[in-house]
């Protein structure tokens, strides 16, 4: 591998790719074929808890729980967690050890913290195992976060909010200087037009970073909703991968329906962003 990097590959998938929507269950078709083609020197973000955590609960309670939304998406998150992991153990290679790190904002916001999550992923690549990430909702608190947040920024410091996966998935291919970054969606990329899936922008590139901040930012004019309430959406994807652009990684944005290998080979359509080399 390329001695600029550490990691091969940070891959991220989103909920709604995760789930049959006609079963209203996780995808195991998906699951099995995705997690079959993870191996160490990959590091995995998963969205899903929530998503899973929720369709598990209407099924054993037979009605969604009420209350603060906060509250709702800590309990789901936390249910959903486990069968997540579940997940990941029955179809990853029994070759491989598996690893559930769960992260919040705090993690990239202090130093220390930063280069323990850091040399926790980097060893994974060397001891035969895969790192699977995920937001910690479980336990996070929205107006606390904020606060915290608020504070960073008034001392001028720079502050990582993790929003979401897309933007968690970003920051560990800063973290561990990936080569590539993967984020999985239920779309087959960034598209000029998002109603007409034959608009698809192939490739957002440029000769330097200013050149490509300036065409993310081009493509971001397109961008319009999300997949589900609560996601941030395509503007927001590109916004997050501007960092991991500059830094040399190659991020490529595709549906989660084709293999990996195929995407990484540009067999598929996707959108592929990336400095140009010289």
């Not at 997540?84 to 690893?99: A, D, N, T």
């Not at 990239?108 to 035969?128: G, S, T, V, Y």
């Not at 479980?138 to 947040?149: G, H, L, P, W």
């Not at 084709?258 to 010289?278: E, H, M, N, Q």
Request: proline share 3%; charged share 25%.
């Amino acid at each position: 591998m390329d001695t600029r990097f550490n990691i091969e590959l940070v891959g991220k998938i989103g909920s709604m790719a995760l789930i049959d929507k006609t079963r209203g269950e996780p995808d195991d078709v998906l699951l099995h074929r995705l997690a079959g083609e993870l191996r160490p020197g990959m590091v995995w973000v998963s969205s899903g808890a929530a998503e899973i955590g929720r369709l598990d609960y209407i099924r054993r309670a037979g009605s969604e729980l009420t209350g603060e939304p906060d509250e709702i998406k800590t309990d789901y998150a936390s249910q959903g967690q486990a069968i997540l992991m579940q997940k990941y153990r029955q179809y990853v290679s029994p070759l491989y050890s598996i690893r559930q790190v769960l992260v919040e904002h705090q993690h990239f916001n202090d130093p220390l913290k930063r280069e323990h999550i850091k040399a926790l992923l980097l060893r994974a690549a060397n001891q035969n195992a895969i790192p699977i990430i995920n937001y910690n909702d479980a336990v996070s608190f929205e107006e606390t976060r904020k606060m915290e947040i608020q504070s960073l920024r008034k001392s001028g410091a720079q502050a990582v909010e993790l929003v979401d996966n897309d933007e968690t998935a970003g920051q560990i291919a800063c973290l561990v200087q990936a080569k590539r970054l993967v984020i999985l969606t239920s779309s087959d990329g960034i598209y000029a037009d998002p109603d007409n899936p034959s608009t698809l922008i192939e490739h957002i590139t440029g000769r330097d970073g200013a050149e490509i901040l300036a065409a993310i930012e081009n493509a971001q004019k397109n961008c319009r909703g999300s997949s589900r309430a609560g996601a941030a959406g395509a503007r927001a994807k590109l916004e997050y991968v501007k960092a991991p652009v500059l830094q040399g990684t190659e991020v490529l944005i595709a549906n989660a329906k084709y293999s990996l290998k195929d995407i990484l080979d540009g067999k598929v359509r996707r959108t592929a962003i990336a400095v140009a080399r010289k």
